[in-house]
């Protein structure tokens, strides 16, 4: 079965700083993988998406994603943090197969950028 | 114009109450979902329909009955309402079933507190 893992559950950071947001992901062939992301009160919006092609995935709000397959990993980075990046972050893959359509999420990670 | 819209946005209830929840998107799309999400902010998704046909439908309780009545509608009627139902419960859609590049969009949430 697919499945995402965000190994931190917050993240703080200085504004203007560069941020990381960690996940870790397993499947059974290509993996299909999205960043959203969930201010508070609200639902959750689509960041970024890999799903073939270049490993630097570049997606809204200034975010980009680098997929490695030797590490399994798709974290998403920013350069420079803005205090109005704080939120709930949730990657996320795509199941294939007869499942085709279901997101599994990750478990989550807070990020909070201070002034 | 909101995409995708879930009434009401917070639900008060007694135990043993039976409650619904409505969403629409004017997207157009085929999918629509619904998700949710516990106090620990994990996302689960519950159901899953496609041009009014039931296609996930994960392990959750049948005191949950979800009712596609078009493929703009999916609503979610919940018998018998228990504490542990409390939670926030998103609805969502995309375009395809089986697009695994599809996007999902969200509606803004339902708060639900079974009291």
Same mark, same amino acid.
């Given at each position: ?115 | ?25 004017? &997207? ?6 619904? /998700?949710?999400?516990? =106090?620990?902010?994990? !996302? ?36 018998? &309402? ?6 926030? /419960?998103?609805?969502? =859609?995309?375009?395809? !079933? ?18």
């Amino acid at each position: 079965a697919q499945s995402v893992a965000q190994p931190e559950d917050q993240v703080n950071v200085a504004e203007g700083n560069p941020l990381t947001v960690k996940c870790t992901y397993s499947v059974s062939g290509n993996p299909y993988l999205f960043w959203y992301v969930q201010y508070p009160n609200r639902g959750l919006q689509f960041l970024l998406k890999y799903i073939t092609g270049d490993n630097l995935v570049k997606g809204s709000y200034g975010f980009e994603a680098e997929f490695n397959k030797s590490q399994t990993s798709f974290h998403l980075k920013k350069p420079s943090a803005l205090v109005s990046d704080s939120a709930l972050y949730f990657c996320a893959v795509r199941e294939t197969g007869n499942q085709g359509g279901k997101l599994i999420f990750g478990q989550g990670t807070e990020l909070s950028v201070k002034p | 114009d909101t995409a995708v819209s879930q009434t009401p946005k917070y639900l008060v209830t007694q135990m043993g109450n039976d409650k619904s929840i409505k969403c629409e998107q004017n &997207l157009g799309h085929d999918t629509m979902y619904w /998700y949710k999400q516990d =106090s620990k902010k994990f !996302l689960k998704i519950m159901f899953s329909y496609n041009n009014k046909e039931l296609i996930i439908n994960e392990t959750v309780p049948n005191r949950f009955s979800p009712k596609s009545p078009d493929k703009a509608h999916l609503n979610l009627h919940i018998n018998s &309402l228990e504490l542990g139902d409390s939670a926030v /419960y998103f609805c969502a =859609s995309s375009r395809l !079933l089986r697009g695994t590049n599809e996007k999902l969009f969200f509606g803004s949430g339902t708060q639900l507190s079974v009291l």
